[in-house]
């Protein structure tokens, strides 16, 4: 029963076509009872922030925002939200240190490093940032880049091996 870290660079690409697209939407769409989503409070800024710079941009019409934030407000009915604390943000700034990543990105990091001490089961990180998939590899999360040519296949034997019966 794995846990999905989703993080705000590969949730960005349910919402918009580019690479990645379809994997992001197998991980929503395919979900089963086995899965459980996590992902951090910081993802609501930044998905709001990433929709008014669309629409202002002209990228996105008023009809465009309205869906995105809707159907954002949906999937994130289906996860766990993480709060950020002052504690979690003097990690993010040792992971920071440590995996030389971007402050937002750290504290997503931090996040899924706690989810991973207190969780059972493996962390699934899902991100198409190259430095927070490298850090994740380096601690031992498994990872899925929605831009890998095999992350759909990874999904789905991930998927197919926590259905087996133990």
Request: no cysteine; aromatic share 6%.
């Amino acid at each position: 029963m794995p846990v999905f870290y989703i993080e705000s660079s590969g949730l960005f690409k349910r919402y918009r076509s580019e690479k990645g697209t379809d994997v992001m939407k197998a991980v929503f769409d395919e979900k089963n009872d086995a899965d459980t989503f996590v992902t951090s409070h910081l993802v609501t800024v930044e998905m709001e922030s990433a929709a008014a710079r669309g629409l202002k941009g002209k990228v996105l019409n008023k009809r465009a925002y309205s869906v995105l934030l809707r159907s954002f407000a949906e999937d994130l009915g289906t996860m766990i939200v993480l709060p950020v604390s002052s504690a979690l943000i003097t990690e993010a700034a040792q992971e920071a240190r440590q995996h030389e990543l971007r402050a937002l990105d750290a504290i997503h990091f931090a996040t899924a490093m706690r989810v991973s001490q207190a969780a059972r089961d493996s962390i699934v990180f899902v991100a198409s940032d190259k430095d927070l998939v490298k850090a994740s590899r380096t601690v031992g999360f498994i990872t899925i880049d929605p831009e890998e040519q095999e992350a759909l296949g990874r999904l789905r034997t991930l998927r197919q091996g926590s259905r087996r019966p133990l």
